[in-house]
Nanobody, 121 residues
Framework: QVQLVESGGGLVQAGGSLRLSCAAS????????MAWYRQAPGKQRVLVAR????????NYADSMKGRCTISRDNAKNTVYLQMNSLKPEDTAVYYC??????????????WGQGTQVTVSS
């Protein structure tokens, strides 16, 4: 079994910053990619940022591009999301996602429990 544990969420004022982290543990053979998604009340869960753990390529949601940076520590199976210039519309539950290669022939998608980010006006 694979577990993803997020941390770093909280309450910040508009214009503030937060750094989220997510660590994967368990039956991990390797991780192909890790990502952050978010879901605001009444909204669909959407991608915020994703990073390939092999080549390090990244992609970002248009709404966050320029205001956040995703990074990873492959040795620790950990991904980070640095968010700056936060806006009230960034308020959401942020979820960590990992594309895990559990064995050479088994690949699965895992989700963390989510961490709340609230940005006050």
């Amino acid at each position: 079994q694979v577990q993803l544990v997020e941390s770093g969420g909280g309450l910040v004022q508009a214009g503030g910053s937060l750094r989220l982290s997510c660590a994967a543990s368990g039956s991990v053979f390797s991780i192909n990619a890790m990502a952050w998604y978010r879901q605001a009340p009444g909204k669909q869960r959407v991608l915020v940022a994703r990073i390939n753990t092999g080549g390090g390529s990244t992609n970002y949601a248009d709404s966050m591009k320029g205001r956040c940076t995703i990074s990873r520590d492959n040795a620790k199976n950990t991904v980070y999301l640095q968010m700056n210039s936060l806006k009230p519309e960034d308020t959401a539950v942020y979820y960590c996602n990992a594309d895990v290669q559990r064995s050479p022939s088994h690949r699965n998608d895992y989700w963390g429990q989510g961490t709340q980010v609230t940005v006050s006006s």
